[in-house]
């Protein structure tokens, strides 16, 4: 029993090895960055969102053949896939086993046990990079070398070492593991963030809430929605913010459920509202109806965005809403447009019919003003109580953004450690032969700094002809 039970333990080692060979091989890392970049490029190909968003339906439309393969496939939703998931976390464990072989080769060069003391003292007396016979070597001599190498040294009983560029031996380590920090948090990040388009009229707010998002994606493990108040207090059509003119800006209002004011700021091109994990930017503005519909003594208000679009004879996009009476019954469609005439948006242009009717001869049309009303059906009246215009924001919720931020900066910092901080360590000893007495040298440094032995060389004999003379 007990022989099987070290048999199984060895099996499994075994198993364990063999994966993380698997995991480690440089063919299987190229293979996957060369995936991820195909991965990345078809996703920045594909418009991301739902499929009845203004973008994705008109890339269906000018490439239905594309579209054909794209959407049925997810990507659209290209970073959320479970297959770039998955490829991410085959490429983070990939990643993780080149980091930890990097990170033990620099521990086992960088301690000191007496097995790698005698390994280094064979070498040196056996196979050194260079040696200089001398018949008279003082140690300030020797020391006079390595001040001029720029090395800080260490002396021992019978063996000198020097080194320089210590934290450049952290460099690939550092790299590697941010690397793997990165892909975590970018499919945490996927996996837990929101992001949704909402429409706010200037001069109200809406709470977080699924309801009042118009197109909304959450990942799997995303939890349930802040339920705080994002409000726009008002929206300049000519902001100039960085010496540029933004355009049209809205001052947003972010506030807690209970009404505490979190953050207040203006929106605008790379300039979101920030607090915490939520992302507030500004995408697109339209024209704003708020009216209300209902009989005598029980009005209900809502709200009806207009968007504007350059190809319409009135420069906007006609919204149609269908409106029901007090018991849920659709009575009537209404389409909202600007008048043909219009020069501003005091008024609104309202064609209405019965359900279902707004091509036939029942439609009707009448331009509004604020405070106009019109009765759509028996004592059910549409009224406008006011013109104005809304902004649609773009709110994301990914608390993963900084993280990758930091991920980024560490792996920068680990790449200029590995390019510009070359490691390098020189064991030096004198050996006594039949011939005299003669300097061994080993060099060991980085593979980018092939002519550091040669510098070395002659910095040594520089020491010995200086002795000399």
């Given amino acids: 029993m007990v022989a099987r039970g070290f048999g199984i333990i060895d099996s499994r080692i075994r198993t364990v090895s063999r994966i993380y060979g698997f995991l480690r091989s440089r063919r299987l890392a190229v293979w996957l960055i060369v995936l991820f970049i195909i991965y990345v490029a078809i996703g920045s190909i594909v418009p991301q969102g739902d499929p009845g968003s203004s973008a994705v339906s008109t890339w269906v439309a000018g490439h239905p053949i594309l579209a054909a393969i794209a959407i049925p496939l997810g990507l659209n939703h290209a970073y959320s896939t479970p297959f770039f998931l998955l490829l991410l976390a085959v490429l983070m464990l990939s990643t993780g086993a080149c980091a930890w072989e990097r990170t033990r080769r620099v521990w086992l060069r960088t301690r000191r046990d007496v097995a790698s003391t005698k390994r280094v003292a064979d070498r040196l007396r056996d196979k050194p990079t260079f040696v200089i016979p001398v018949e008279k070597l003082g140690a300030s001599d020797v020391a006079s070398a390595f001040k001029s190498l720029r090395m800080?040294?260490?002396?021992?009983?019978?063996?000198?070492?020097?080194?320089?560029?210590?934290l450049g031996t952290l460099g690939s380590p550092i790299f590697h593991w941010s690397l793997v920090l990165l892909f975590l948090f970018v499919g945490l990040?996927?996996?837990?963030?929101?992001?949704?388009?909402m429409g706010v009229v200037s001069g109200s707010s809406k709470p977080d809430v699924e309801a009042s998002y118009g197109v909304l994606t959450t990942g799997p493990l995303h939890g349930a929605m802040s339920g705080r108040l994002i409000a726009v207090t008002g929206i300049e059509r000519s902001f100039s913010a960085n010496g540029l003119t933004q355009g049209p800006t809205p001052f947003i209002e972010l506030r807690d459920a209970d009404g505490t004011l979190l953050k207040a700021d203006y929106a605008y091109s790379n300039h979101p509202l920030r607090y915490r994990s939520t992302f507030i930017h500004m995408n697109a503005d339209g024209l704003a109806a708020v009216?209300?519909?209902?009989?005598?003594?029980?009005?209900?208000?809502?709200?009806?965005?207009?968007?504007?679009a350059a190809e319409s004879p009135t420069g906007v996009q006609p919204t149609m809403v269908a409106f029901?009476?007090?018991q849920g019954v659709p009575i009537a469609d209404v389409v909202f447009d600007l008048p043909p005439s219009a020069e501003n948006t005091v008024a609104v242009a309202v064609r209405y019919a019965p359900v279902g009717g707004l091509t036939g001869p029942d439609a009707r049309e009448v331009v509004l003003t604020p405070g106009g009303s019109v009765a759509l059906s028996g004592d059910v009246v549409l009224r406008?109580?006011?013109?104005?215009?809304?902004?649609?924001?773009s709110v994301v919720d990914d608390w993963s953004v900084a993280y990758i931020y930091i991920s980024f900066g560490l792996a920068l910092l680990?790449?200029?450690?590995?390019?510009?901080?070359?490691?390098?360590t020189l064991w030096v000893t004198r050996v006594e032969t039949e011939s005299g007495a003669a300097l061994h040298v080993l060099v060991r440094h980085a593979r980018g700094d092939a002519a550091f032995p040669t510098?070395?060389?002659?910095?040594?004999?520089?020491?010995?002809?200086?002795?000399?003379a």
């Fill in 455 to 468: 510098r070395t060389e002659n910095a040594f004999r520089a020491s010995v002809d200086s002795e000399g």
């Fill in 152 to 166: 800080r040294t260490t002396p021992g009983d019978e063996i000198t070492e020097a080194r320089s560029g210590r």
């Fill in 189 to 197: 990040g996927q996996l837990t963030r929101s992001e949704g388009l």
């Fill in 324 to 326: 029901s009476n007090a």
């Fill in 291 to 308: 009216v209300s519909v209902g009989s005598a003594g029980s009005m209900g208000q809502s709200e009806v965005l207009i968007d504007y």
């Fill in 384 to 393: 406008i109580d006011r013109l104005t215009s809304y902004a649609r924001l």
């Fill in 414 to 424: 680990g790449l200029m450690l590995a390019l510009f901080v070359s490691p390098r």
